[in-house]
């Protein structure tokens, strides 16, 4: 009967079906942004013939456009409620255009055409693509809180969501590199290293895309909103609601700048990973799978122990301990690649240290969100999920419009050359400091921004009773 009663005041339990269900968006999520940010500058560079400064000066205009697109966003789906459901309505419609945009932004039909129309061709469809990625990805987030209101369900949620993440970025990272291998021709002067074959990229691109399509539409099948406002609460919702959260809602403004600084990290050490691997060690296409797959196998074995860890040594623990284990890989990678003849071992190793805690750290910041939405719902009386995740949609991609103009400002500045084999010294440290260096110096940020997060599981445990008991 207690349980019946608390599950009456929002404390959803879920099956583990509707867990990996829900989990499911983000690895059909995954399967086609992560494609995106790990491959598609290289794409651009190295086979569609785009200069590396153009595409820096791209990918920071797309993310500009995101910042004027994800408040809108936000607001409008706070303010309506689909036919399908409010926030899950989006992964079907919208999931369908963002899958043909992704698949175009993959095609090189223009690789006779002048420069200026190639280029127009690419701002067109990452445009394209990044904004109905926002028209996914910010009902995706406000999804969770709309399915429970416990905190340890939403921490359960949250494993599994990042497990399946992680997935999705194995099958990118590590499966991308072996099937574009696999569907391209054989070159007799070029067989070991990553293939730069067009139609090989395409079709790779057609089949991540399609399946991230089907995986979207079982998210959208398994997924129950049961905390969400009524429609006279979002009759008042506004888009000025997004400044004044972000101005009342300190939890949400620490929150907002650990984004900035851990996707803009891992945005810069995913687009150089291609390049230190085919440029750095002279890599085939199976290490690179290999390293790249590295990236996300951790998550299969410290995602699931999430709960106990925190549990363990607190939230705010679990954050120093693996952003201080992300920052020792990333320094012991350093030293390794500096070897007159590295080691491919100790290569791996080094990337499986620094992706554990990467993985980890990043994983939970999602279990947050809920909370700060449950916080601003507290103090204001508004419960606008929608908003406050186009505002953390904001703070992301703004470190992700960091993380994309480095790699290609760098690759510019060192003169990288996608014709040579060897690479200048210069061009070879610039790299390095791509994968090691730079996203070291953002974790240090990370630690000190995360460290003046407030809400403990005790705290909002009680919020969360007094919304129930100010609702009844």
Known sequence: MASTSQEAKGFYKLSWLQRIGFG?????QNLIYQTICMYLLFFYTDIYGL??????LMFLIVRLVDVLWDPIV?????????????????LVLAGVPLTGLAILCFWNGFADGDYITKLVYAYITYVGLSMLYTLVN?????LNSSLTRDTDEITILTSVRMF??????????SGLPLLVAFLAPVMADDSKSLPKDPDAWFTTMCIYAIVGLVLLFFCFTQCKERVVMDEKETANVKVSDLFMEFVHNRPLRVIAFFFITAFAMMSVGNAAGSYFVTSNLHGSATELSIFMGLGSIPSFIFMPLVPVIKRAIGKKNMFYVFLGIAIAGMMFLYFVAKMDQPSMMLIYVAQFVKSTGVIVATGYMWALVPEVISYGEYTSGKRIAGIVNALTGIFYKAGMALGGVVPGAVLAYVAYNKDSIEQTPLAEEGILWLV??????LLLLAIFIISRYELTDEK?????????????
């Not at 499911?24 to 059909?28: E, K, M, P, R, Y």
């Not at 200069?51 to 820096?56: E, I, R, V």
């Open 138 to 142: 910010v009902p995706y987030g406000a």
């Open 164 to 173: 399946m993440a992680n997935v999705g970025g194995l099958a990118v990272g």
């Open 24 to 28: 499911s968006g983000d690895l059909a």
């Open 51 to 56: 200069d590396a400064g153009d595409a820096a």
């Open 74 to 90: 936000g607001t409008y789906v706070d303010k309506h409620t689909p036919a399908l459901g409010k926030y899950r309505a989006y």
């Open 436 to 441: 090691c260096i730079i996203p070291a110096i």
């Open 460 to 472: 909002i445990d009680e919020i969360n009773k007094a919304i129930e008991a100010r609702n009844k």
